[in-house]
Structures are given as structure tokens and as C-alpha cells.
């Protein structure tokens, strides 16, 4: 028999994510009304460890919906990996009465979920990244606001970049993965896109094609390059003196994290957030919430953890032919 559930935690875990708060609230609201005790773990892992842990009510999340963020906090915990660690995790849980856990976060995250669902925590995980870079989904928190924020950011330098007739280097997030570079390079029409998964160090064709491009009258060109591959400004520098072209790097940052979600993220995290309860409810674990073919379904951690996510060959090709 399926083990009655009680008690539903919910932590955020790894990078924030703006939408982040709107999963939060949509899960102690949804576990509200489906006659659950809900409670709040604060900064992931690591506050699980310490028994970080909150009553929520329906006020508890009150006004949280349009705040970027997260109201739980997030923490990155190496002592969680520990086979020790997460016995103790597990063991905390019982001494709360804490029966399952959603947890808000990237693959890390889910790695946790996974073990913890192992010792008998129902765990459900909801993708919550910036960066794009979790396999199942074509959807995860943030990712809409942070491509949206980093759009608006570039347009602002190619204005200065045309004024002054330069090259711009825009370094974006992203970790590991270019989508966001990838997006951004549609988005803002760049003359080139650099992303970690097709980076071919071949600095000297980006140095011909900025030439080219100067001699064909455009009066700017901007290269949207992604965190994975990084050195910016280096680069910048190496270009300038090839080229003779005044460039300048700029490096957008942590500005991409913050914010007020988009409505696509609130809708989409709240909807994830409640799914995750209802998921609960209905006794399942080791669940990760996905969005694919135009649907929210939800996948086996461990199969959705042994997926591979590539960037997409035609938006890649596309961003090269439409210059
Ligand atoms: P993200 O969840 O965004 O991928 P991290 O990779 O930093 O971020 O993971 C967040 C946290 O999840 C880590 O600090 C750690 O506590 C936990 N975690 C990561 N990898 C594992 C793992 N292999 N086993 C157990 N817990 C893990």
C-alpha cells in the first residue's frame, strides 16, 4: 500500500530563477487545498540539513507571485552529496513528519531528489534554470524572463555599438549551455553567435568576417558570446588590434537572474507547482515535471537524468544564414 501523505516540503535548490516564487506559492497552495501541512525548507539542501524548516500558510506566499527570486532561499551543499549527508537528510525529514519533498532546482538538484526518493522521501522535482539545460523539457523557470532581460540589455549596446561604429562582444549566461546565447543571437539579429556546444576556437574567421562585414557597410556587429566559453574581453582585445575596429566587451551578468518573471514563467511555474502536489497526492515519487510537445508531463528522475540535450540544429543554422 501507498504511503499516506501528510506532510509536503518544498525547497529551491542550485541557481534562482525568476517564476521561482510563483512554483512555491502554487505548491503550498495546492497542498492547502488538497488538505495537506505544508512546509518550507530554506536554502536547499543545506537548510534541510539544518533543519531550516518554515510552516507555510496561504500568507506565507502572499505577494510572492511577481518577486524574482526566491523566498526560500537557495545554497549550493557539497555535505548533502555524502552518502552520510543524505541519510541524515532522510532522517530529518522523518523527525519533521515530512513525507515528500518538491524540489525546485537544475539536474544537481534532481541527482538529490533521486537519492533522497531512495530512503522513502517522495520526491518530485520541478526544472528551475535560467540556463535551458535540462533534457526532458523545453521549458524551465526563468529561462523567458532571463532571455528577455538579456534581449533588452543588448539592444541597449547596439545602439551605442552603431553609434559609434564598433564591434560589441555581449557575454550571456548560461553555464555549460548556449541557449540562452542562441536566443538572444535571433532575438537581437547579432552578426554571430559563439555557443559552447559548436565553439571551434577559430578566432581568425570571426577577425575576416568583421572585416567583411565593415567593408559591406555594416555599421556595427555585434557577437552575443556565451559564459561557457567566456574571455570576453580577451577577445575583444584580440579583434580590436587584428581589425581595427574599435570593440568592446560587455559582460551582462547576474542581471539576467533577477527580475520579475514574465507572465510565461508564472503561468507555467504555477502550473508545475501545483501539478508537483497533485503528483504527491496521487503517490507517486521520483517524478520530474517536464514540458514537452506542448504538454506538462512528468518523467522518471532517472530517465530524464540519462537524457542528452543538444541546441537546436535549425535555430543554429538559421542564426549563420540570416546575417
Ligand atoms: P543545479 O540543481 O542548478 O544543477 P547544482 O548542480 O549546484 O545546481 O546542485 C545543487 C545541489 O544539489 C548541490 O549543492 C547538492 O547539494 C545537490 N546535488 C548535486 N549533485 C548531487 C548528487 N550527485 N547527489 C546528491 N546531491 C547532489
Redesign the pocket.
Known amino acids: 500500500m501507498a504511503k499516506e501523505i501528510k506532510t509536503i516540503g518544498v525547497l529551491t ?3 534562482d530563477a525568476p517564476g521561482m516564487n510563483a512554483a512555491i506559492r502554487a505548491v503550498v497552495r495546492q497542498s492547502l487545498f488538497r488538505g495537506k501541512r505544508v512546509v518550507g525548507i530554506k536554502r ?2 543545506a537548510g534541510l540539513l539544518n533543519e531550516e524548516i518554515i510552516e507555510m500558510d496561504a500568507k506565507s506566499v502572499s505577494d510572492t507571485i511577481s518577486r524574482g527570486g526566491t523566498i526560500l532561499q537557495t545554497a ?3 555535505e ?2 555524502t552518502p552520510e549527508g ?1 541519510q541524515k537528510a532522510a532522517d530529518v525529514c522523518l523527525k519533521h513528519g515530512i513525507d515528500a519533498i518538491v524540489v525546485i ?5 534532481f ?2 531528489a533521486q ?1 533522497l526518493a531512495g530512503l522513502g522521501i517522495n520526491t518530485i522535482g520541478i526544472p528551475g ?1 535560467i540556463d535551458l539545460d535540462i533534457a526532458c523539457t523545453d521549458y524551465t523557470i526563468g529561462f523567458d524572463t532571463a532571455v528577455n532581460t538579456a534581449m533588452e540589455a543588448i539592444d541597449k549596446v547596439r545602439d551605442t555599438s552603431t553609434s559609434h561604429e564598433r564591434c560589441s562582444i555581449i557575454e550571456v549566461m548560461g553555464r555549460g549551455a548556449g541557449h540562452i546565447a542562441l536566443w538572444c543571437g535571433l532575438a537581437n539579429g547579432a552578426e554571430e553567435v559563439l555557443l559552447p556546444e559548436k565553439y571551434d576556437f577559430d578566432e581568425q574567421r570571426l577577425i575576416d568576417q568583421v572585416v567583411e562585414a565593415r567593408k559591406s557597410g555594416k555599421q556595427h556587429y555585434i557577437i552575443i558570446n556565451a559564459e561557457g566559453i567566456g574571455h570576453s574581453q580577451s577577445m575583444a582585445k584580440r579583434i580590436e588590434e587584428a581589425t581595427g575596429i574599435e570593440t568592446r566587451a560587455t559582460i551582462l551578468g547576474h542581471m539576467q537572474r533577477g527580475g520579475s518573471p514574465t507572465c510565461k514563467d508564472r503561468v507555467y511555474a504555477t502550473t508545475m507547482g501545483a501539478m508537483a502536489v497533485d503528483l504527491i497526492c496521487e503517490g507517486k515519487s521520483n517524478r520530474l515535471i517536464a514540458h514537452s510537445g506542448g504538454k506538462f508531463v512528468d518523467f522518471d528522475i532517472d530517465e530524464a537524468l540519462a537524457m542528452e540535450k543538444g541546441i537546436d540544429e535549425y535555430m543554429y543554422d538559421i542564426s549563420r544564414s540570416l546575417v
Open positions: 535548490s542550485g541557481g536547499g539542501y549550493r551543499c557539497m548533502f552529496m543524505t532546482g537544475g539536474d544537481g538538484s541527482k538529490g537519492r534554470t
